[in-house]
């Protein structure tokens, strides 16, 4: 048994310090990409079917929305640098900036060595939910998305339509390789429309029904050239389970928007990460 100290109360009333403070990192110019948004044509759709994914690609300097269609609906959200895979979304080092969960004006980081904006979220439908009673929110970076391996060494299925999976396929056709090729790049999401949070005696990830309804959507700026892959989760709203066949599903749609040629004037594309990767050597 663990005895508490004497000193417990005042070790527990330590005051805590954010690890990143935030505000050195360049700031978004909001007004600038919204007038853009406004010039912007719509050049091409993609549907991400219900327990499926689909890939899609997005120039640096235009727009992405994904909105729900048909029903109450979550997706997993992979973005890598269309020129380089290796150079993709970093969940972890987002959330450590931004927070558990992301809305408008935050941004979608990129892996270790380039980590720059790869996207930033203009515009956000489910951005009046805030914190709710149970400590949740929308939009996380902190689940891993859904993966086979997780529920066969918990539950010894073999079930093929979970996002990782899903996620799997869909950058396997869009780039034309094998599962086995593609699989590597898979990388944890952005769980858009997903409501979760951490329960507040054990600690333990946990999600409930998502608030979105249809016509709901999240939209991006494309900081980078993009190719995008979204799976719509094979738990639907998530209000019960993750991985399953008896969920009410629905499909998800992403657009992508072109501005004209003159609305980004003095915006460029994020440089890479200025370290000079000597690690001390």
Same mark, same amino acid.
């Given at each position: 048994?663990?005895?508490?100290?004497?000193?417990?109360?005042?070790?527990?009333?330590?005051?805590?310090?954010?690890?990143?403070?935030?505000?050195?990192?360049?700031?978004?110019?909001?007004?600038?990409?919204?007038?853009?948004?406004?010039?912007?044509?719509?050049?091409?759709?993609?549907?991400?079917?219900?327990?499926?994914?689909?890939?899609?690609?997005?120039?640096?300097?235009?727009?992405?929305?994904?909105?729900?269609?048909?029903?109450?609906?979550?997706?997993?959200?992979?973005?890598?640098?269309?020129?380089?895979?290796?150079?993709?979304?970093?969940?972890?080092?987002?959330?450590?900036?931004?927070?558990?969960?992301?809305?408008?004006?935050?941004?979608?980081?990129?892996?270790?060595?380039?980590?720059?904006?790869?996207?930033?979220?203009?515009?956000?439908?489910?951005?009046?939910?805030?914190?709710?009673?149970?400590?949740?929110?929308?939009?996380?970076?902190?689940?891993?998305?859904?993966?086979?391996?997780?529920?066969?060494?918990?539950?010894?299925?073999?079930?093929?339509?979970?996002?990782?999976?899903? +996620?799997?396929?869909?950058?396997?056709?869009?780039?034309?390789?094998?599962?086995?090729?593609?699989?590597?790049?898979?990388?944890?999401?952005?769980?858009?429309?997903?409501?979760?949070?951490?329960?507040?005696?054990?600690?333990?990830?946990?999600?409930?029904?998502?608030?979105?309804?249809?016509?709901?959507?999240?939209?991006?700026?494309?900081?980078?050239?993009?190719?995008?892959?979204?799976?719509?989760?094979?738990?639907?709203?998530?209000?019960?389970?993750?991985?399953?066949?008896?969920?009410?599903?629905?499909? +998800?749609?992403?657009?992508?928007?072109?501005?004209?040629?003159?609305?980004?004037?003095?915006?460029?594309?994020?440089?890479?990460?200025?370290?000079?990767?000597?690690?001390?050597?």
């Amino acid at each position: 048994m663990c005895t508490p100290p004497m000193d417990a109360a005042d070790r527990r009333a330590i005051k805590p310090v954010i690890c990143y403070p935030t505000d050195t990192l360049p700031q978004p110019d909001l007004d600038l990409y919204r007038a853009a948004r406004a010039t912007a044509k719509k050049v091409d759709e993609v549907l991400a079917p219900a327990r499926d994914a689909a890939c899609f690609r997005v120039p640096a300097g235009s727009f992405f929305r994904i909105t729900s269609v048909g029903g109450p609906q979550v997706g997993d959200l992979n973005l890598w640098n269309a020129h380089d895979l290796r150079e993709r979304f970093y969940s972890g080092k987002t959330r450590a900036l931004h927070g558990t969960h992301i809305t408008t004006g935050e941004r979608m980081w990129s892996s270790f060595p380039q980590l720059r904006p790869m996207a930033t979220i203009i515009d956000d439908t489910l951005g009046w939910y805030g914190i709710d009673e149970f400590g949740g929110s929308v939009h996380d970076v902190i689940g891993t998305r859904c993966d086979p391996y997780t529920g066969n060494l918990l539950a010894g299925s073999q079930y093929h339509h979970c996002c990782h999976s899903n +996620l799997t396929r869909a950058l396997a056709d869009h780039l034309g390789v094998s599962t086995a090729e593609a699989e590597p790049h898979v990388h944890d999401v952005l769980n858009v429309f997903m409501c979760t949070g951490f329960t507040r005696d054990t600690g333990q990830y946990f999600m409930k029904a998502s608030p979105v309804r249809p016509g709901d959507y999240l939209e991006f700026f494309a900081e980078i050239d993009l190719i995008g892959g979204l799976s719509a989760c094979p738990g639907g709203d998530c209000g019960s389970e993750h991985s399953s066949d008896t969920a009410a599903c629905h499909p +998800l749609l992403v657009e992508v928007f072109t501005p004209q040629v003159d609305s980004l004037t003095g915006w460029a594309q994020p440089a890479l990460n200025g370290y000079d990767r000597s690690h001390g050597r």
